[in-house]
T-cell receptor, first 111, second 114 residues
Framework: QKEVEQDPGPLSVPEGAIVSLNCTYS??????FMWYRQYSRKGPELLMY????GNKEDGRFTAQVDKSSKYISLFIRDSQPSDSATYLC???????????FGRGTSLIVHP | DSGVTQTPKHLITATGQRVTLRCSPR?????VYWYQQSLDQGLQFLIQ???????AKGNILERFSAQQFPDLHSELNLSSLELGDSALYFC?????????????FGPGTRLTVL
């Protein structure tokens, strides 16, 4: 079992839909949780960054962490075709910044 | 644009050869990280340098080595290349050494080994 599990998709949704992307993990030491967006042939770009459990909102994006269930989510409201990309979750224990990445979920938002 | 630059963008070479990938971090960032991304393994951490010193090692093969120079740019050297080394290689940089910090990724170098 990998430390971080993420469904590779692809996830195909119509424009305007609410998208839910998820990761599960097994290492209870993880404290910092991140979501990256990666467009085709580009480097990952940090979208959201949260510490411990709870919700964090930034525009159309909401990150949610449930440490008791070892489960994190990224919600995208009013999805746009420009949101089509691969979304990678990443997490790290406190005291170091060497994140463990999920494999990424490919999202396709069609007009 | 993250501010991290990587050269070259593409590299095509043959098995058994040696290549060097170059990374310039964002202005002011002291840490450089190297990652390998392949379809079957995802994004894998290779090695971290902080202000010229090696700080952390991940799944880096012995055939691979890296260094960070006084001007903070970094090079990743890959030798005795095998077909399985074909992948995207990313460099990322951040300001701090450890703890909660943000990594900014470069555009990557696509290595193809024939």
């Amino acid at each position: 079992q990998k430390e971080v599990e993420q469904d590779p998709g692809p996830l195909s949704v119509p424009e305007g839909a609410i998208v839910s992307l998820n990761c599960t993990y097994s290492n209870s030491a993880f404290q910092y949780f991140m979501w990256y967006r990666q467009y085709s042939r580009k480097g990952p770009e940090l979208l959201m960054y949260t510490y411990s459990s709870g919700n964090k909102e930034d525009g159309r994006f909401t990150a949610q962490v449930d440490k008791s269930s070892k489960y994190i989510s990224l919600f995208i409201r009013d999805s746009q075709p420009s949101d089509s990309a691969t979304y990678l979750c990443a997490m790290t224990p406190g005291g170091s910044y060497i994140p463990t990445f999920g494999r990424g979920t490919s999202l396709i938002v069609h007009p | 644009d993250s501010g991290v630059t990587q050269t070259p963008k593409h590299l095509i070479t043959a098995t058994g050869q040696r290549v060097t990938l170059r990374c310039s971090p964002r202005s002011g960032d002291l840490s450089v990280y190297w990652y390998q991304q392949s379809l079957d393994q995802g994004l894998q951490f290779l090695i971290q340098y902080y202000n010229g010193e090696e700080r952390a090692k991940g799944n880096i093969l012995e055939r691979f080595s890296a260094q960070q120079f006084p001007d903070l740019h970094s090079e990743l050297n890959l030798s005795s290349l095998e077909l399985g080394d074909s992948a995207l290689y990313f460099c990322a940089s951040s300001g701090g050494l450890a703890g909660a910090d943000t990594q900014y990724f470069g555009p990557g170098t696509r290595l193809t080994v024939l």
